[in-house]
């Protein structure tokens, strides 16, 4: 009995010896790349551009997707066309809320061959008051404008509501 | 004889130096005040410098800033009270008239904000907006009551639902609508629970009718027609 257990204990133990070259006949057969030892978490051999490129591509897509920060369609944003007749006028400028009724700020371009001064500018959205400038000494109200409101000084400013289509 | 004319010439010139620099220190503790209240650095300079050139001495500028201390003292918006002083200083408006337009708009923001906080607690999201926009409104000829029946309404207070029938109400008003006449569009415009774009459509078609030569009721009458109840009624 202390035999056969014995003999089961050397069985269990038992390892055969690989035939002498055994290891060197089986890293030669294999590709050169698998033989060479990874060193850190760079793949190597190349096999990074392949995910590189998608990620590239993916990110020229996202970008293509989202608008610009700056356009004129900014949250908030809307461009507002403003313009008056004054055939006769040598400067035609723009005060408002929306520049805080700084002079010199807005100048209209013009006149156009039939006297128009013109100007588009972007506004917040919003409730908003202005009134033109003429040669820097003649206030004019907006005729074309729908609302027009008595400033307490005398003039007329005109009013307007500005607001993006999405958020009114 | 030289020494003593020498020593009276010192002495007459350093009294208007030390006047000089004495008023300068003013306007820099004037500018100071000024950007305390929130106002930019930029506009702060820009309209010290307007009073300066019109000739105002600092204890003048500072009366003509005290509506805009004093809503800051309130917690009231003061955006649009600088603004009135730029506006009046832009348009070569004496400064005295310009306070005057300033203490009537900050009675109107007293006014607009005791009537928004007596149907809301606190003054928190988009309170300043609508209080800037009834001071407007009431500075456009509206009444204080038509504010307080409106907000008394029953049902939710939606501060932007609010905001453009107050300014379609402003509008209105400045077209000759009377007050109940005002009221009662802006009231229809929340029954109906109009968006912003169908409230500034609505305003639209009275100042188109009111080219044509309709009156209000003719207008009014039409406003709310469907064009479907328009063909059956046909």
Known sequence: MHDHDHLEQRLSQHRTQAPEGFADRVMESLPTWRKSERRGWWPAHGRWVAPALAGAAAMFFIMLAVPPLHSSEQAGEVVFHFELHAPGADKVELLGTFNNWKSGDIVLQGPDASGHWTASVELPEGRHEYIFLVDGDRWVTDPKGATHRPDGFGQVNTVIKVYDEDNA | MHRAIALALLF????????????????????GKNL???????????VVAECRKAGLTV?????????????????LPTECLFLKIEEGLAK????KDVHKATDRRLECLRQADGLVMAVRSGRGG?????VMHVCMAMESGLSADVFAKLFSRPGGFRYGRLIHVVEAGESLKL?????????????????????????FRMVDVFQEGFKQGKDYDTIHATLWVSPSSTSSDR
């Not at chain 2, 007459?12 to 500018?31: F, M, T």
């Not at chain 2, 305390?36 to 300079?45: A, F, K, L």
């Not at chain 2, 070569?92 to 400064?95: A, K, R, S």
């Open chain 2, 92 to 95: 070569g408006v004496d400064w």
């Open chain 2, 12 to 31: 007459c010139g350093a009294v208007p130096a030390d006047q000089v620099e004495h008023s300068s220190q003013n306007w820099k503790q004037l500018r």
């Open chain 2, 175 to 199: 077209e000759g609508l009377t007050d109940s006449q005002v009221l009662h569009v802006m009231n229809d415009c929340l029954d109906r629970n109009l968006t912003g774009a169908e409230v």
């Open chain 2, 126 to 130: 988009q309170h300043q907006h609508l």
């Open chain 2, 59 to 75: 204890a003048e500028a500072e009366e003509l800033f005290c509506p805009v201390y004093a809503a800051h003292d309130e917690q």
């Open chain 2, 36 to 46: 305390e209240m929130g106002i930019s650095g930029e506009r702060v300079d820009r």
